[in-house]
């Protein structure tokens, strides 16, 4: 691509560089840019900017937080000896909004992956077999996706802490609520089946 | 959504006022950014800074340039009475892609759409008739997009122009180059059948 402007030529290739976001479709938001008043751009380059300046992880947990200790961890009410172990705080974002959860989280920053030469000494691991090992422990609820580096990664924590006496579970699989059996792969399904929960559980309050 | 943090909840929400990006892209986007090197942050905010901040527009035919007259209309090689009347920069760079056209552009900023609330003031319309009626034109080109808007466009400039003697052509619509027949709108391949083109000139040199 030939731009008549190397402000242009710079902006859309800082900005190609995200991803999921193309040569054209940067043009596309450069151009909006452009047309917009200038404020836009400032407001958006400045919280940026700010954003990855000044912000904190927690100490505990590894969510991002604008504190040393996050919104969810310092929250008394909740039971701060029940972990869910998720990849990154989308995850968190998702189960907060199931409004079911009433434990604490762990972040791991990512799933162990080989190929993306991600190892285990990248990911918030150490910080959380220590607190199982210190006894803050009562349940590890694994939450990862269930691909191969999921599992990689709840087997690898699993054999960590597989010797402490605390319940360790994984978040059900099987067919989404509303869902048609015919058109479920056979994985999950099986799973369905193989996991089946009394009857009365899903009406009465867990 | 619900954010454990002020500083991302920000930057997804300046975000996503870019065209196409929703709120969950835009998370999508700052959670990389976070992932990055600062300077990827750093670098793409300025770069957006310095655009917005410097950029000019030609003098001459409003093309995004970052000098007072663009490199188009620069080129004494080119031919300066051939005016091409584009939407925007996209355009120009489509057109000097395909390196068949040697005359000079003319950027309307946008189309004539009273349902977006744009007018010919808010266009560099009053420009180009100035121009023609100085005497300074050929031929005028219309390559806006062949849709009500475009329409109206074209034909509002063709009413300020047509008693200039000069030449007012519109770029040929029919079937693209590799189509199949049958899989053509009916539009397209009847205006195909009407603009016919003499045979010699589809291999012989312009």
């Given at each position: 691509m030939e731009f008549s402007s190397k402000l242009i030529e710079k902006a859309?290739?800082?900005?190609?560089?995200?991803?999921?976001?193309g040569k054209r479709t940067a043009l596309r938001l450069v151009l909006?840019?452009?047309?917009?008043?200038?404020?836009?751009?400032?407001?958006?380059?400045?919280a940026l900017l700010n954003m990855r300046e000044d912000i904190k992880f927690c100490e505990n947990c590894y969510n991002i937080s604008d504190e040393k200790i996050c919104e969810i961890c310092i929250n008394s009410s909740r039971n701060q000896r029940t972990i869910c172990v998720v990849e990154d705080i989308r995850d968190v974002m998702a189960i907060e909004n199931t409004g079911q959860y009433k434990g604490i989280y762990h972040v791991l920053g990512g799933k162990i992956s080989p190929i993306e030469g991600v190892g285990p000494g990248q990911l918030n691991i150490t910080a959380l077999t220590e607190k199982v090992k210190l006894g803050k422990v009562d349940e590890i609820i694994f939450a990862?996706?269930?691909?191969?580096?999921?599992?990689?990664?709840?087997?690898?924590?699993?054999?960590q802490i597989s010797d402490s006496k605390i319940?360790?579970?994984?978040?059900?699989?099987?067919?989404?609520?509303?869902?048609?059996?015919?058109?479920a792969d056979e994985v999950t399904?099986?799973?369905?089946?193989?996991?089946?929960?009394?009857?009365?559980?899903?009406?009465?309050?867990?």
């Open positions: 859309v290739n800082e900005m190609s560089q995200l991803p999921g976001i909006h840019l452009l047309k917009q008043p200038k404020e836009q751009t400032t407001f958006l380059s400045q990862l996706s269930s691909t191969m580096e999921g599992d990689t990664t709840n087997f690898y924590i699993y054999k319940i360790i579970s994984t978040i059900a699989r099987g067919i989404s609520v509303g869902d048609e059996l015919e058109y399904l099986g799973r369905s089946i193989l996991h089946r929960v009394p009857f009365e559980k899903t009406f009465k309050n867990n």
